[in-house]
């Protein structure tokens, strides 16, 4: 069952008051949170770290898998397959 989200980017600091936030909806075959509460256990990167590259790979790779056998995604598509088998491997040391 696909999951549904919000996602929002907004700048902050001095020149963010004159900007919008982006706002889109997504969704995904994954459970983004269940993942990165995974990824944070498997201590992949440093805890401020853990949403970051959770979310944003995984919305990526949504995105890549529905376009895989198109260019420029097929070549890439194999690679990131690899990375995605081998964070789920992943041991912390």
């Known amino acids: 069952m ?15 008051v004159t900007k ?9 075959h994954d459970d983004l949170l269940h993942i990165l509460k995974l990824v944070q256990e498997k201590r992949v990167v ?4 853990a949403a970051e590259l959770t979310i ?10 529905r376009h895989r056998a198109k260019p420029p995604f ?3 598509f194999p690679h990131v397959k690899e990375f995605m088998q081998q964070l789920k491997r992943y041991e912390p040391r």
């Open 2 to 16: 696909p999951h549904k989200y919000r996602v929002a980017v907004e700048e902050i600091g001095d020149e963010a």
């Open 20 to 28: 919008e936030p982006l706002v889109f909806e997504v969704t995904n």
């Open 46 to 49: 440093p805890p401020e770290e």
């Open 56 to 65: 944003g790979f995984k919305l990526f790779a949504e995105v890549l898998l």
């Open 74 to 76: 097929a070549d890439f």
